[in-house]
Structures are given as structure tokens and as C-alpha cells.
């Protein structure tokens, strides 16, 4: 089956600063990469994902890009802001068929944004 | 988007009792899906359900322990069975939010919390 390996697990920065985070998965046949934005004690919500017809997405101070080849992609967030501080999840799926909805999530990243 | 709403919120739960999770979706959907959260971990998927059909199993998780059902299109449950303080997590519904986009959103989950 699928595996997702996230880094790093934590992350602090400044404010007004970039972040990146960074995915790595196995299977070659996963063509749909969501990331998901999760607050204390609140539920994960989507906040970009990519899928495998396109390198690069952008939305706002989010970009995720997508490497087929070496089976990676990555979250930048720029301008961050103390807001933008929570757990992110990576994750991976085959979107089609019944693996829809069925995600592989990456192990999370705390990210920490100081005023 | 789609907007999916479980209960109960939380609950505390004796040894080897069984409690059933409940999850409304403001709309029909093909499929949803139950994941589990431990505690400081990432989300794992534990069954989807379908309509008509019996639930579909992730490795680790079987029927016994975690029976589902899924009467409709609009409704499931998720029964934890003879719980164990291992089984205190967070348990979240999903579903897909439209045919063409095919985000996965999710409830605000349950959190359990076995003595």
C-alpha cells in the first residue's frame, strides 16, 4: 500500500517568513495530493491540493508543487502569519474508482509562526 | 463543499462498554469514510462505507470491533465495540464533497476517551 513520509515534524518560524514542507510517497499510481490544515481541537480542512497532471498550484500566499519522477511534493506557505500556526498534513491517493476518499496521510507538522 | 456533522462531540467511556458514533452529510454521497485519530497522531483510515453494501476494511481494523452501517445516502455510523483505553482517539467522518472535484471533507470528530 501507500506510505507518506512528511517533514519535518515541527517548524518554527517568523512572522512574514516562508515555510516549506516537504512529502514523499511510494505509490507510483497516486495522481491526487491534498494538504490539510488542522487547529487545536478542530477538524482537518482542505486548504490546497494537486494531482498529477500539473507541477505547480497556487493560492494566494499557499503553493504546493508535485515531482512525479522522484515522487515528492511540497507546501510553501510565504508572508506567513501567526494564523497560519497548526498541524499540517500531507496526503496521497488514487483519485478514481473505489480508493476515492481513501487518503494516506503523512505524519503532521506542527508549524509555529512568532510575532 | 459538503457539511458533515457527528455526535457525540465527546464522550467518556468505561472498559469494555461500546458506544456508536453518528454522522449526518448535508448531502447524497456514493461513499464515506471513517478515520481514526490517536492522540498526537495522524489520521488513519479505518473503513469506507458504501450504500447497499458492507463496509470495506483497512488493514487492522475489522468488522467485529468496528461495525458500520450505512442505511442511506445521507447517513452512517461507526461503532466502537468492547472498548480498551487503546481505542481513545478521535474518530472522524468523511465524504467527498462533489463528483467532480472530489475534495474529502470532515466531520469535527469524536473524541473518545476509554477509563
Known amino acids: 500500500g501507500e506510505n507518506v513520509e512528511q517533514h519535518p515534524s515541527t517548524l518554527s518560524v517568523q512572522e512574514g517568513d516562508s515555510a516549506v514542507i516537504k512529502c514523499t510517497y511510494s505509490?507510483?499510481?497516486?495522481?491526487?495530493f491534498p494538504w490539510y490544515k488542522q487547529e487545536l481541537g478542530k477538524r482537518p480542512q482542505l486548504i490546497i491540493d494537486?494531482?498529477?497532471?500539473?507541477g505547480e498550484k497556487k493560492d494566494q500566499r499557499i503553493a504546493v508543487t508535485l515531482n512525479k519522477t522522484a515522487k515528492h511534493f511540497s507546501l510553501h506557505i510565504t508572508e506567513t502569519q501567526p494564523e497560519d500556526s497548526a498541524v499540517y498534513f500531507c496526503?496521497?491517493?488514487?483519485?478514481?474508482?473505489?480508493?476515492?476518499?481513501?487518503?494516506?496521510f503523512g505524519q503532521g507538522t506542527i508549524l509555529t509562526v512568532h510575532p | 463543499s459538503a457539511v458533515i456533522s457527528q455526535k457525540p462531540s465527546r464522550d467518556i467511556c468505561q472498559r469494555g462498554t461500546s458506544l456508536t458514533i453518528q454522522c449526518q452529510v448535508d448531502?447524497?454521497?456514493?461513499?464515506m469514510f471513517w478515520y481514526r485519530q490517536q492522540p498526537g497522531q495522524s489520521l488513519t483510515l479505518i473503513a469506507t462505507?458504501?450504500?447497499?453494501?458492507?463496509?470495506?476494511?483497512e488493514s487492522g481494523f475489522v468488522i467485529d470491533k468496528f461495525p458500520i452501517s450505512r442505511p442511506n445516502l445521507t447517513f452512517s455510523t461507526l461503532t466502537v465495540s468492547n472498548m480498551s483505553p487503546e481505542d481513545s482517539s478521535i474518530y472522524l467522518c468523511?465524504?467527498?464533497?462533489?463528483?467532480?472535484?472530489?475534495?474529502?471533507?470532515f466531520g469535527e470528530g469524536s473524541r473518545l476517551t476509554v477509563l
Open positions: 468523511s465524504a467527498r464533497g462533489g463528483a467532480v472535484t472530489g475534495e474529502l471533507f
Open positions: 462505507a458504501n450504500q447497499g453494501s458492507e463496509a470495506t476494511y
Open positions: 494537486i494531482r498529477s497532471n500539473v
Open positions: 496526503a496521497a491517493s488514487r483519485a478514481g474508482g473505489t480508493s476515492y476518499g481513501k487518503l494516506t
Open positions: 505509490d507510483s499510481a497516486s495522481n491526487y
Open positions: 448531502s447524497q454521497v456514493t461513499m
